[in-house]
């Protein structure tokens, strides 16, 4: 079983730049495809992006396509969220999670989920 602890939230102003990070134990790593989602005040999960198992595919939602880019180092056991040119509509809890067999979409059947970390973009 994977165990996923993300980190790198805060508070940043519109237009500035956070990366978080996601590091997992448990499993081995590059078996897993990894997705950020989101969830922000009053809002449902969305899904943000998603990298393949050996980072050769990614995968965005509309809404963060040009800001955002994931990636991963599997020698490292750690997917990356890079986002920048924030806005406070990006303003939620990110959250990572990994899945190990092949969903119907990027954004399904994910197996395993962090406890998430807050992001909050100011005005």
């Known amino acids: 079983q994977v165990q996923l602890v993300e980190s790198g939230g805060g508070l940043v102003q519109a237009g500035g730049s956070l990366r978080l990070s996601c590091a997992a134990s448990g499993g081995t790593f590059s078996r897993y495809t990894m997705g950020w989602f989101r969830q922000g005040p009053g809002k449902e999960r969305e899904a943000v992006a998603a990298i393949s198992r050996s980072g050769g595919s990614t995968y965005y939602a509309d809404s963060v396509k040009g800001r955002f880019t994931i990636s991963r180092d599997n020698a490292k056991n750690t997917v990356y969220l890079q986002m920048n040119s924030l806005k406070p509509e990006d303003t939620a809890v990110y959250s990572c999670?990994?899945?190990?067999?092949?969903?119907?979409?990027?954004?399904?059947?994910?197996?395993?989920w962090g406890q998430g970390t807050q992001v909050t973009v100011s005005s």
């Open positions: 999670a990994a899945r190990s067999l092949a969903g119907v979409t990027w954004y399904s059947g994910y197996d395993y």
